[in-house]
């Protein structure tokens, strides 16, 4: 079945120590999103790809940067995670950005920074 | 830019039970309107949308939501609840025009006691 994949499920890493999350598709969307969502709080945009676009919002946090390499594959690098980057991270896939497409979720990797 | 209030943090409500969750939004523009679900640790799922047409749209696992335009809200109901939709739901909108993205309210956590 076409879906959005990312891996890892869960992962740990240490306080200030680099981690990269990965987020994979087959449905061939040329959009790829990134969400966080702190516990009991919504998901919150961080930035989107349309196609090789990067889209940054406003107040997301220098130390959060993405990468897509290609059509298929987005990842999320957090270059000095602190405690407050302790989430769930969401990524989600569009076919464009026009009036009737749906985003469709990943399962998510939570991340725990210790 | 858009904002969604979900009024309720946690509704308990017994098995074949009728539950209202409620969503309530605000925005400058038009709108686009969707309920998402996620089961424990996993991703999001897209329960039923408004896109246009009927104001009234169901999904195929008996949950129905009507658009209230004049009232701003969207709220989910379903007429009898079972075990398995143990789960958090949010409401989430998007603006018509401003591409693809979501914004989520705080969700409301389900939870279908026997």
């Known amino acids: 079945d076409a879906m959005v994949i990312q891996n890892p499920r869960y992962q740990v890493t240490q306080f200030g120590k680099p981690v990269t999350l990965s987020c994979s598709q087959t449905l061939n969307h040329n959009v790829m999103y990134w969400y966080q969502q702190k516990s009991s709080q919504a998901p919150k945009l961080l930035f989107h790809?349309?196609?090789?676009?990067?889209?940054n919002e406003a107040d997301t946090p220098d130390n959060f940067q993405s990468r897509r390499p290609n059509t298929s594959f987005c990842f999320l690098d957090i270059r000095s995670p602190g405690l407050g980057d302790a989430a769930m991270y969401l990524c989600a896939t569009s076919r464009g950005q026009g009036e009737y497409t749906e985003a469709f979720f990943g399962q998510g990797t939570r991340l725990t920074v210790v | 830019a858009q904002s969604v209030t979900q009024l309720d943090s946690q509704v308990p409500v017994f098995e074949e039970a009728p539950v209202e969750l409620r969503c309530n939004y605000s925005s400058s523009v038009s709108v686009y309107l969707f309920w998402y679900v996620q089961y424990p640790n996993q991703g999001l799922q897209l329960l039923l949308k408004y896109l246009s047409g009927s104001t009234l749209v169901e999904s195929i696992n008996g949950f129905e939501a009507e658009f209230n335009k004049s009232q701003t809200s969207f709220h989910l109901r379903k007429p009898s609840v079972h075990i398995s939709d143990t789960a958090e739901y949010f409401c989430?909108?998007?603006?018509?025009?401003?591409?693809?993205?979501?914004?989520f309210g705080t969700g409301t956590q389900l939870k279908v006691e026997l």
């Open positions: 790809y349309y196609d090789k676009d990067f889209n």
């Open positions: 989430a909108v998007r603006g018509k025009g401003g591409g693809n993205k979501l914004t």
